[in-house]
């Protein structure tokens, strides 16, 4: 071991390499003790004798600020990110105002933070500073489009996670009322704003078509309802998360309905997200082959997942939709659930209603949305395709003069 240097930095000698200590017993009341000095991003005790010192400086000041909040501000606990973590996940399920999913991604998320910032760091020497460091090694993160890294607004929910931990850790008094570096940030990063994509009804039909002709090449790790899952999809409006959590009971072929509320496999939007959307004729054929058919699902899910032996949600759709979307000439990647729910806006824009066009409104309510501004500004496609019909539907016959090469092309593949 080394001599200190200021009466707090030694440095002990690992692997070949001097790494830097510090003594900080003096301040036991307030969590010090002996720590690796340890630069943010890092995992190791820091090697350089500048930053190590840096490093001191802003602990001994985190330190001060600590005591501080204890005598005056009433803070009554000390944290490290880790612990409070794991108590921060366990009270939001003790709670049940969140879904299982939302806890897996958001513990996920946390994990990455404890691994960025060290797992023993307090929450209140968390700075801005560290989180905009924090956010340069997100953007650099591979995400799940390989190496291009997190976009924007995924970092985004990345800092929302802290946010509400650092929420709860004011309400329990474990950092200084109003202290929260998320919530600090002069500039967040926010989502592209890209233009909505949308199939046109023949488009629609030909992707339908494909999902009911495609047979996957490993059926232990296929989704075995994709076409009735496509074809739910397409004929809803449904977000992601809301068709892949409809449960037996909210499909009605008797009042010919599907409602979308909420329960035990995943929560709603909003409130204007509860609501209820035709059984169109066609997706009643598609449903009802399907769950009298001899690979109809057993439990309460209409579309659970294959790749466990308890009932669960589908969490991939992509690898599906690349490879029944590749055999009738979509390329990898181009077809995203998202896409459905705005061909639907798109189609039930051009039925009829009583011999007249749908109103705005009506769309606006089967969409989940509270009011008509989302359906005129986003969802609101006129297209190319003109189909007016009394109801929705995607029917490969109707569109063979349009998509009939395609078509053909996609048959003799399957055959």
């Known amino acids: ?35 690796a000095l340890i630069a943010p991003g890092e995992k190791v005790a820091t090697d350089d004798s500048d930053v190590a010192d840096k490093l001191v400086a802003d602990r001994l000041k985190v330190l001060h600020e600590s005591r501080r909040n204890r005598t005056l501000l009433g803070v009554e606990g000390q944290a490290s990110l880790s612990e409070y973590a794991s108590h921060h996940l366990v009270e939001k399920a003790r709670a049940g105002r969140v879904t299982r999913a939302w806890l897996d991604e958001t513990e996920k998320r946390l ?45 985004r929910h990345y800092l929302n996670a802290l946010s509400n ?43 339908l078509e494909a999902a009911r002709l495609f047979k996957p090449k490993r059926g232990d790790v296929a989704i075995h309802g994709l076409y009735p899952l496509i074809g739910t999809f397409l004929l809803t409006g449904g977000r992601k998360s809301e068709v892949l959590g409809l449960e037996m009971a909210d499909v009605s072929f008797e009042r010919r309905t599907v409602t979308f509320r909420p329960n035990e496999w995943r929560r709603l939007k909003t409130r204007t997200s509860h609501r209820t ?33 308890e009932e669960s949600l589908i969490t991939d759709t992509r690898r599906a939709l690349d490879a029944a979307g590749e055999t009738a000439g979509w390329d990898s990647g181009e077809i995203r659930t998202k896409i459905f729910r705005h061909s639907y806006c798109a189609a039930r824009l051009q039925t009829l209603d009583g011999g007249h ?59």
């Open 277 to 309: 959307v035709p059984l169109w004729p066609q997706l009643e054929e598609i449903l009802q082959d399907y769950l009298e058919g001899p690979r109809a699902p057993q439990g309460s899910l209409i579309f659970p997942s294959s790749r466990t032996s």
């Open 111 to 155: 994990e990455v933070a404890v691994e960025f910032f060290g797992a023993d760091r307090e929450l209140s020497s968390i700075t801005v500073r560290d989180l905009q460091q924090y956010m340069s090694r997100l953007r650099k993160r591979p995400g799940r489009n390989g190496n291009k890294g997190l976009s924007s607004g995924t970092v």
């Open 165 to 207: 931990l650092f929420q709860r850790a004011q309400s329990e008094q474990f950092v200084p009322p109003g202290f929260n570096p998320v919530a600090a940030l002069v500039e967040k990063p926010v989502a592209d704003r890209q233009e909505a994509r949308w199939l046109e009804v023949n488009e629609a039909a030909l992707f």
């Open 357 to 415: 066009p749908v109103a705005q409104w009506t769309v606006g309510r089967e969409m989940g949305h509270g009011g008509t501004q989302l359906v005129e500004r986003v969802y609101g496609h006129l297209g190319d395709v003109r189909h007016r019909s009394e109801v929705v539907e995607y029917r490969v016959e109707q569109h063979e003069e349009s998509i009939g090469d395609r078509l053909k092309a996609l048959r003799k593949g399957s055959s």
């Open 1 to 35: 071991m080394a001599k200190r240097q200021n009466g707090r930095v030694y440095w002990r000698e690992r692997g070949g390499v001097a790494r830097a200590y510090a003594d900080f017993r003096d301040f036991r009341d307030v969590g010090g003790g002996r720590e």
